[in-house]
Nanobody
Framework: QVQLVESGGDLVRAGGSLRLSCAASGSTSGITVMDWYRQAPGKQRELVAFITSQGNTNYADSVKGRFTISRDSAKYTVYLQMNRLKPEDTAVYYC??????????WGQGTQVTVSS
């Protein structure tokens, strides 16, 4: 079992920055991928960015160049640095992990609100 706890969500003005954190605990050695999803009101949950255990990353087109995913392996923590935030980035952001064997875990979510 893996537990994920997000933090860092807040209300920020457009153009501002936030850093989200996701701390993993439990059977963390089996984690292969950690990522951030987001879900805006009335919309489907979408993948924002992921990072593999080898450090490979990828991003949704809508956040490329503005968001950066990183990790602190020693602390089993993943970060999402969000710069030049836009009102359309407003959503609940969820941390997600995939572990071997094929198990998936979700955090409880953290609210990000960007005002125009």
């Amino acid at each position: 079992q893996v537990q994920l706890v997000e933090s860092g969500g807040d209300l920020v003005r457009a153009g501002g920055s936030l850093r989200l954190s996701c701390a993993a605990s439990g059977s963390t050695s089996g984690i292969t991928v950690m990522d951030w999803y987001r879900q805006a009101p009335g919309k489907q949950r979408e993948l924002v960015a992921f990072i593999t255990s080898q450090g490979n990353t990828n991003y949704a087109d809508s956040v490329k160049g503005r968001f950066t995913i990183s990790r602190d392996s020693a602390k089993y923590t993943v970060y999402l640095q969000m710069n030049r935030l836009k009102p359309e980035d407003t959503a609940v952001y969820y941390c997600h992990a995939v572990a071997i064997p094929m198990s998936v875990y979700w955090g409880q979510g953290t609210q990000v609100t960007v005002s125009s």
